[in-house]
């Protein structure tokens, strides 16, 4: 049985993808991304601010996608969660331009998902992902994802604030 992947190229280290409970800062299509089952991070060694010391376009982390949630750094991006992950050091996983791309796994012929060594996700992470950094959300932008995540129109969503 094959699976869906989402696949990111991030600059980003594992202690930073650990501390805030996944990837994060993503444009993508939230539906399509919350319909994979794993995600692949690669490096992006040629960001002017990378964090790790892997080779560019090596696998080095595979998470279990929990949820798409809104980014807690970027407004209109996308944090993908993770339920548990493992660590791998896979060269030239990554081919093309665009940071997001999503795949199969039976694309990955030198990933062996069932096979990986799991670990789950640091308790603190889901606290600290639902805590947004900035400016947060609007009510409309609240509406569309709860839209996505319960499959009703936006109109049919009403949201109580209470101070």
Not at 77 to 87: C, P
Not at 154 to 161: D, G, K, R
Request: hydrophobic share 45%.
């Amino acid at each position: 049985m094959t699976d869906n992947v989402i696949s990111v190229l991030t600059f980003k280290s594992i202690d930073t993808i650990l501390e805030v409970g996944g990837t994060q800062s993503w444009t993508l299509d939230r539906a399509r991304a919350k319909g994979c089952k794993f995600a692949v991070v690669c490096r992006n060694a040629h960001h002017a601010g990378v964090e790790g010391s892997e080779a560019h376009g090596s696998a080095f982390m595979v998470g279990k996608v929990l949820d798409v949630v809104p980014s807690t750094e970027t407004q209109g991006r996308w944090l993908i969660l993770f339920s548990e992950y493992a660590l791998v050091n896979v060269g030239d996983q990554w081919e093309g331009r665009n940071p997001v791309r999503f795949w199969r796994t039976n694309d990955f012929d030198l990933i062996d998902f069932v096979a990986l060594d799991w670990q789950p996700m640091p308790e603190f992470s889901a606290g600290k992902a639902t805590t947004l950094k900035g400016p947060g959300l609007t009510i409309a932008e609240a509406k569309a994802g709860l839209s996505l995540t319960f499959g009703v129109d936006p109109s049919a969503i009403e949201i109580t604030i209470r101070a």
